[in-house]
């Protein structure tokens, strides 16, 4: 009876709907399915997180409307956090803003920056909510693939003029899901070179950045010189602190980009409930220990998958971060068929990699969100099934 907007019309395909029908039908049939589909943390948030939420809810103050930025406590220990991580000393009046999850954030300021008709260049495969968050502000993705060859970075020189003049932002996400691959100072510097060049807003999302392994030390993009001016930066406490099921994020960056942010939101939602800022607070001041067992419970994790898989004749490397594999399928399959052969024969869910985007084909995704055994487990059932 009622005709959907165009806006929804123009959200590509879902993927998935196959393969989520194979799933029920042998999750019907009584076969144990090991889940790797989803990037969706299995542990519990840390308790001493969780009691801060608690008592928090406790307290009458908190059960009003809350600022529509975040509470003055909450930035303020934002602005710590990332003076502590990276450096970079923010203002937590105007540099920051509290996020309903990262998520939020990403599919909103697209409405304060791109008019209809407005190019945004998005890479491929990627977090699909660029694309939408572009979409439904009448913008037009231009997009980025995100190639092997190029360390599964952006090429920017091979973008035509013609879209680099007329694009109002461009999509950034390292570490980076799917592909797990990470970004070095000389890409960010490029990138803001290129930024300053064509006027044009630069989104990092860096929802990973305390998922690395071996040392390695995810950089903000706002530790580049003249980066302030042209970036905004999202951040998620939902993989950090394995806080999926909280929605609490944030922005830094660029005063005129948070601000612009700031008035959307300030029309559609009315802030975070103060309690999980509270929770968010006690996360961020407690980061190094909580972060530290996280991150070696995935190094493990890791280490057990790539390894399995190696064995059953995949070329995979170790990733320096995220929780994710990024596995080439072997020649003769497709994504979807590798991904569907898994399920079938061996009850493992994994994501067919052009569910991300077209350059995702030839590709699965495997998510680390398991416990050890349950990954051993998924490896020889693999090797059982014989690639
Ligand atoms: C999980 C994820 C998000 C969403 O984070 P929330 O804070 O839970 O909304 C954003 N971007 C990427 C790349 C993600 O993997």
Known sequence: MFKLAERIKQLPPYLFKEIDQKKKEIAAKGVDIIDLGIGDPDLPT???????????????????????????????????????????????????????GAKEGIAHIALAFINPGDLALIPAPAYPVYNSGTLFAGGRPYLLPLLKENNYLPDLASIPEEATRTAKMIWLNYPNNPTAAVADRDFFE??????????IIVCHDLTYSEIAFDEYKPMSLLEINGARDIGIEFHSLSKSFNMTGWR???????????????????????????????????ALKANKENILEIKKTYARRRDIMV????????????????????????????????????????????????????PGEGYIRLALTKDESRLLEATERIKSIGL
Do not use: C
């Open 307 to 358: 390894k399995g898989l190696r064995d059953s004749g995949f070329k995979v490397n170790p990733p320096r971060a995220t929780f994710y594999l990024w596995v080439p399928v072997p020649n003769s399959y497709t994504s979807v068929n590798l991904a569907t052969r898994l399920l079938q024969e061996a009850g493992v869910v994994v994501t067919p990699g052009n569910g991300f985007g077209y």
């Open 190 to 199: 490029a990138v803001v070179k290129f930024a300053h060049k064509y006027q």
């Open 46 to 100: 840390p308790p001493k997180i969780v009691e801060a939420m608690v008592q928090a809810v406790r307290d009458p103050a908190n059960h009003h409307y809350p600022s529509y930025s975040g509470m003055d406590d909450f930035k303020t220990a934002i602005a710590k956090w990332y003076e502590d991580r990276f450096s970079v000393k923010l203002d937590p009046e105007t540099e920051v803003i509290a996020l309903i």
């Open 248 to 282: 609490i994020g944030f922005a830094v960056g660029s005063r005129e980009a948070i601000k612009g942010l700031g008035s959307i939101k300030s029309n559609i939602d009315s802030g975070l409930f103060q309690a999980i800022q509270v929770a968010g607070i006690e």
